[in-house]
């Protein structure tokens, strides 16, 4: 189930897009102010945005396009109007708002409002969505990897050092050789690890990537170790 923020003044056309979208959750506003704040909380999905407005002192969704561009850019949006649009100006809202998608309402049967575009549109939206917010969690997971096995890096480092200090002088054996076979493995584990999680966050439910990333953050805490 995915979020969708609906701002829609006409209250007939929001009423048929959340029966239609019954299997997600559609948060609908009738406002811009309301719509901005709804875009504060981070699980929002999608958004699907009214142009005109008929509220003489709320008149236009371009300015929500604006805020979602400027605070939000990776959030996939789509313009639902119901005049049809020339293609200059088409053209503008796709390409300078970042817009996925433009639904004309009269495209749809009138006695349900219909739907199969806008289906169809928010499926595609949600569906680059899934794919963007799986490679953010990869993403944090290599981050977080490659921290730690540069701290790793580090620390065999620095024993290699002193292994090198140590054979310059009369003592020739090398105290740091266990530490280091330790600590390479651990590197190797880190990888193993991370290849695991990049894997899980593939298959597993959306609302679940978060905690695969807490997860992946305390192994390589714990793999990190002390020493």
Known sequence: MAIILLLEDNIQFARAVQRVLRGHEVRHVTR????????????????????????????????????????????????????????????????????GDIVIKGDVDRAGYGTTDLIDTVNDLLAGSDSRRREKARDEIASISLAAQ???????????????????????????????????????KLIELEAVAKARC??????????????????????????
């Not at 300015?63 to 959030?75: C, G, Q, T, W």
């Not at 200090?165 to 651990?186: I, W, Y």
């Open 32 to 99: 811009v102010d309301a719509a901005i704040d709804e875009l504060q909380h981070p699980d929002v999905d999608c958004a699907l945005i009214d142009l005109n407005l008929t509220d003489e002192d709320d008149y236009s969704g371009y300015e929500v396009l604006s805020y979602i561009l400027h605070n939000r850019p990776d959030l996939p949006r789509a313009v639902v109007t119901g005049s049809r649009l020339k293609g200059a100006i088409s053209k503008n809202i796709l390409l300078r708002y970042g817009v």
């Open 150 to 188: 540069t701290e790793l890096r580090r620390r065999i480092n620095g024993l290699q050092q002193l292994s090198e200090q140590l054979r310059s002088g009369p003592k020739r054996r090398d105290p740091t050789a266990n530490s280091r076979t330790v600590l390479t493995l651990r590197a190797d």
């Open 202 to 227: 593939e298959v597993v439910a959306l609302n679940e990537l978060a905690h695969e990333v807490e997860l992946f953050e305390a192994e390589s805490a714990r793999v990190l170790g002390d020493s």
